[in-house]
Every structure is written in C-alpha cells, then in structure tokens.
C-alpha cells in the first residue's frame, strides 16, 4: 500500500473512532457528531482507494461524486449509492441549527459507514 493511501486510512479510521465514541456515550452523546464522523470515515477510505487507484480527485465531500470515481475499478460498489447517499445527507442535514440527529439516526449513518468501511478495507487488503 502506498504511504498516501495509509494516511487516507489513517485518518479514516480517527473518524471511525470518534463516530463509535460519540455514539456509545451515555453520558452527553453528540448524535450529530456520529453522523459527521461517519460520513467523514467514508470518505476518506473512498479517498484511500482512489489513491491506491491512481485516480485523481478534487477536493469534494460529495460520497456520490467519489464513488462515481472508483466505479471503472470497483464495478460491483454500484450497491453502495443508497448508503453513501444517506451520509451525505445526515453528514449535512445535522450541521447547523435547526435539526438535531437522534440515537436511531447516528446508528444509521453508523452502519452505513461500516459497509462502506469494509468494502474498502477488503478491497485494500486490510482487515475489516
């Protein structure tokens, strides 16, 4: 793996745990931070494979762009717009006042970031 791509999971991997962290906390539990991180993570692992691809990429939070991406050398993650589209929005959506993510809602995007997590990580050769 290259040095880059170890960073890109690296760096996803501090957003796993603090989207795990912030999710299990019983005491103040910050739902919304859960459904940042866990769009974060898949990013980044999205960004991890797309490095380790040699495929260039602009600087983008959008997961559906990323995919988009990846999709001539991960075909058969065509399945994972539905998740990916679901981080986008919890990642967005719980950002500003006015909405606030619930238990239910954090354990979503938390579970969408972990399909998406070991997709990547299989496909990196990486434990899942």
């Known amino acids: 793996m290259k040095p880059i791509t170890r960073e890109w999971v690296e760096k996803a991997e501090g957003d796993f745990a603090t989207a795990k962290r912030e999710y299990r906390t019983r005491k103040s539990p910050n739902y919304d931070s859960a459904c940042f991180h866990s ?3 898949a990013e980044k692992y999205l960004k991890a494979r797309l490095q380790e691809a040699e495929i260039v990429f602009s ?5 559906i762009a990323l995919l988009d991406l990846i999709l001539p050398v991960e075909p058969l993650w065509k ?3 539905p998740l990916l589209q679901t981080l986008n929005t919890l990642a967005i959506d719980f950002r500003y006042p006015g909405e606030s993510a619930d238990k ?3 354990r979503k995007a938390l579970d969408a970031c972990q399909a998406v997590r070991k997709r990547v990580r299989l496909s990196l050769g990486l434990k899942s």
Not at 59 to 63: A, E, G, P, S, V
């Open 39 to 41: 769009q974060q993570c």
């Open 59 to 63: 600087k983008t939070h959008n997961l």
């Open 79 to 81: 399945d994972l717009y």
């Open 104 to 106: 239910a809602l954090a």
